[in-house]
Structure formats: C-alpha cells, structure tokens
C-alpha cells in the first residue's frame, strides 16, 4: 500500500516564527507522524514550513517547482523528492493531480488560485477521485460567503483551526475509504 499524499497550498512569504509558519511547520508535523506524504509547491514560506515540519519526524516530502519561475537551487532543503514542471499550469495539475486531500492555508491571489481550481474541478465534477478539502483557518471564510450567494449547492469544504483538527478530520474521511492503491506516481 502506498502513502496518501496531502497537497498543501500556502503562501510563501511567512518567515520562520512567524505564526503562519508555525502553523504551517504543525501541519506538516502531524501529517507526517499519521503516516501521509506532504506535497506542496516546494519553495519557502508555509511551503518550506510544511515540509521542515514532515522531514523533522521522518516523513516523505514531494515538492513540485516550476522552472518558469527562475529560482536557482531548486526546492527548499526539506523536500525529498522535487518534481519539476515548465509552467504554472502543469505546476498546478500535478499539485492536484498528486493528492489524496487538499489543505489551503492562508495565501494570497497564488493560493487563491489553487484553490479555485480545486474548488472548480469539484463543481464540475472532473475529479478523478474524492479528494477531502479543508480550509485552514477563517482565512477564506469571506470567499465562503461570497460564492455561497452565487451558487445554490456550494461545496462545503470543512474548516480546520488546527494540525490535530485537520489528522482528525482525514482519518475519519479515510477511515471507510478505499485504499489508497489508486494513488498516481509522484513522477511527471
């Protein structure tokens, strides 16, 4: 059986003490230590946070970069297994097509637009398989509002105050779900 893989969208702007990146570095931990591999956008910020905080307790960590952006070095020193993409766009179809449930942290219009994407992909039906999504925080509570009065049937992501609220969450989704077998290669 292999490892369910938890994208985590976030900004990459917090600095390390900070309390999103405490959060974030929570997040990771506790996800590692339930035994899921944390994937996520691979450079600083919550992204570098999530993945310190799953290789400090032994767990595996996906980065998926984007040459595009011309960072030199590659991820952050806490990804394991970095997966290189051209562009935004099959930056953001591996994020989502990697994972078993989505975390959106606090972010800016990078985040939003994971999110979106996630969220629309879940609207129109064009996901391959249940994948949880969980928002972190109140952060994006407004956003709730705002489409809540769009749209008749809205998706209703749960909203975690938590790294303990999120392990709870996915291992009682998970705890009747399928195996995770079906689980694509972290390989573009």
């Known amino acids: 059986m292999r490892t369910r893989v938890v994208t985590i969208f976030g900004s990459s702007t917090p600095e390390p003490l900070s309390p999103p990146y405490q959060d974030a570095y929570e997040l990771g931990r506790a996800l590692a230590q339930a035994g899921w591999t944390v994937c996520n956008g691979g450079y600083g910020g919550t992204m570098e946070a999530a993945a310190r905080g799953a290789h400090e307790v032994g767990g595996h960590t996906i980065g998926v970069t984007c040459s595009i952006f ?25 994020l989502v097509r990697l994972a078993h449930a989505y975390v959106v942290l606090p972010g800016g219009t990078g985040t939003l637009l994971e999110l979106a994407l996630v969220w629309e992909l879940y609207s129109k039906g064009l996901t391959r398989r249940a994948a949880p999504l969980i928002l972190f925080g109140t952060h ?49």
């Open 70 to 94: 011309g960072r030199r070095g590659g991820a952050n020193r806490y990804i394991q297994q970095e997966v290189p993409t051209f562009d935004l766009h099959a930056r953001l179809n591996t």
């Open 140 to 188: 994006w509570t407004p956003l709730i509002g705002i489409l809540r009065a769009q749209q008749d049937e809205l998706l209703e992501p749960f909203v975690a105050s938590s790294a303990a609220d999120v392990v709870e969450f996915l291992r009682h989704e998970w705890a009747t779900a399928p195996d995770a077998d079906d689980a694509p290669s972290p390989t573009p």
